[in-house]
Every structure is written in structure tokens, then in C-alpha cells.
Nanobody, 116 residues
Framework: VQVVESGGGLVQPGGSLKLSCAVS????????IGWFRQAPGKEREGVSA????????YSADSVKGRFAISIDKARNTAYLQMNNLQPADSAVYYC??????????WGPGTQVTVSS
């Protein structure tokens, strides 16, 4: 199983980015996809997650109303649409796949920098 993030970059405050998480070697019929982030000197924190079986979503309070997680099973890809980005959102964003046996697979991460 491989998980690879893409779509990070530099954006101004108030801007938007859409991160992608491409999964190979696993079919997204069951399990969970989560987006996490880690800023320098801080612990990794959960941002948003989705159950692939029924689409149930979870989001951290800090991103509710601004970030949206989604999945495209046909493309075996998950997304994180991030709107109204703020400097506090700057971090390395990681995609996590958890299979039905609770085994975790992590991507290498993609850097998001919000700065004017």
C-alpha cells in the first residue's frame, strides 16, 4: 500500500489550496482516510477524517467551515479542500489511510505555507 500527498505550496492569507492523497494497493471500500498536520515544534494533529464506507466526516474545530474532506473511489484518491487559509494553517500535511484491520499507512507529507 502506498499513500502519496500532493498539492501543497505557498498561498497568501485568505487563499485556497486543494490537497490530494493518492492511494495505491488498497481499495477504498472500507477504512478511513485522515488528514493530519504538523507545524515546526508542534505535535502532529488531526485535521479531518472520513469513513470510506459511508462518508461520515470529522473535522477539528479549528478548520470547521474552512476545510472539507472528500474521496473519489473511482480514482482511489482523497482530497482536502482548504479555504480561507491563515498563517496558523502552515504545516506539513500528511494523509493517513487506516484499513479495516486498523493498520495505518502514512504518506511522506506535503508542505503548506500561508504567508503574505
Amino acid at each position: 500500500v502506498q499513500v502519496v500527498e500532493s498539492g501543497g505550496g505557498l498561498v497568501q492569507p485568505g487563499g485556497s489550496l486543494k490537497l490530494s492523497c493518492a492511494v495505491s494497493g488498497f481499495t477504498m471500500d472500507y477504512g478511513a482516510i485522515g488528514w493530519f498536520r504538523q507545524a515546526p515544534g508542534k505535535e502532529r494533529e488531526g485535521v479531518s477524517a472520513i469513513l470510506t464506507s459511508d462518508g461520515t466526516r470529522y473535522s477539528a474545530d479549528s478548520v470547521k467551515g474552512r476545510f472539507a474532506i472528500s474521496i473519489d473511489k473511482a480514482r482511489n484518491t482523497a482530497y482536502l479542500q482548504m479555504n480561507n487559509l491563515q498563517p496558523a494553517d502552515s504545516a506539513v500535511y500528511y494523509c493517513n489511510l487506516q484499513n479495516p484491520a486498523d493498520v495505518d499507512y502514512w504518506g511522506p507529507g506535503t508542505q503548506v505555507t500561508v504567508s503574505s
